[in-house]
């Protein structure tokens, strides 16, 4: 167990719809990153927090948009559904930004897109 | 962002050593180089990181060429459990983005 914790497990949804992803990171870390794992394209990075403030882009999409609380957990919002969203989405926490720090990942959400 | 070449897969047989080699000949000085692994149907996991010297840990050995522009990850005594796909990854250290840039790794088989 990584001590990070995303729900929902599973998310069956249609085109065109809005769904949030949930991350709660592992106790006292405070960078949170989300990841996109689809066959084609594999494990992609999208996006990075750190302490509330977004820190790096990578691939993400317009329509997609995250976010970090004041509690430290984070959400993944993915609107205006499509059918090539369908893929394994993870987040993962670090203690800090910087390169040696150890990245943990979440179980993931298996998004289908329908 | 400085790339890594893997082998796309691997066979060993179990309770044998497994070397996994990655290639990063454009590696600048300031990049760690980290290894994850991601078992079936779970997300990836931390493995070992390195900057220049050899380093050991209770998962693997990593060890790291002089010129650092090839590294090589050692399962000393391979198991079933250590089927996964094995990623090789440079982190810049110079801060900024620290997202990871994950290639297709090396799909490793365990034969029993």
């Known amino acids: 167990d990584s001590g990070v914790t995303q729900t929902p497990k599973h998310l069956i949804t249609a085109t065109g719809q809005r769904v949030t992803l949930r991350c709660s990171p592992r106790?006292?870390?405070?960078?949170v990153y989300w990841y996109q794992q689809s066959l084609d394209q594999g494990l992609q990075f999208l996006i990075q927090?750190?302490?509330?403030?977004?820190?790096a882009k990578g691939n993400i999409l317009e329509r997609f948009s995250a976010q970090q609380f004041p509690d430290l957990h984070s959400e993944l919002n993915l609107s205006s559904l499509e059918l090539g969203d369908s893929a394994l989405y993870f987040c993962?926490?670090?203690?800090?930004?910087?390169?040696?720090?150890?990245?943990?990942f979440g179980a993931g959400t298996r998004l289908s897109v329908l | 962002d400085a790339k890594t070449t893997q082998p796309n897969s691997m066979e060993s047989n179990e309770e044998e050593p497994v070397h996994l080699p990655c290639n990063h000949s454009?590696?600048?000085?300031?990049?760690?180089i980290h290894w994850y692994r991601q078992l079936p149907s779970q997300g990836p996991e931390y493995v070992i990181h390195?900057?220049?010297s050899n380093v050991n840990n209770r998962m693997a050995s990593l060890a790291i060429a002089e010129d650092r522009k090839s590294s090589t990850l050692i399962l000393h005594r391979a198991t079933l459990r250590d089927a996964a796909v094995y990623y090789c990854?440079?982190?810049?250290?110079?801060?900024?983005?620290?997202?990871?840039?994950f290639g297709k790794g090396t799909h490793l088989i365990i034969q029993p």
């Open positions: 993962a926490s670090s203690v800090a930004g910087i390169a040696k720090n150890i990245q943990y």
């Open positions: 106790s006292g870390d405070l960078s």
């Open positions: 927090y750190y302490n509330g403030e977004e820190r």
């Open positions: 454009t590696i600048s000085g300031t990049d760690y």
């Open positions: 390195g900057l220049t």
């Open positions: 990854i440079l982190l810049y250290s110079g801060g900024g983005a620290d997202g990871l840039t």
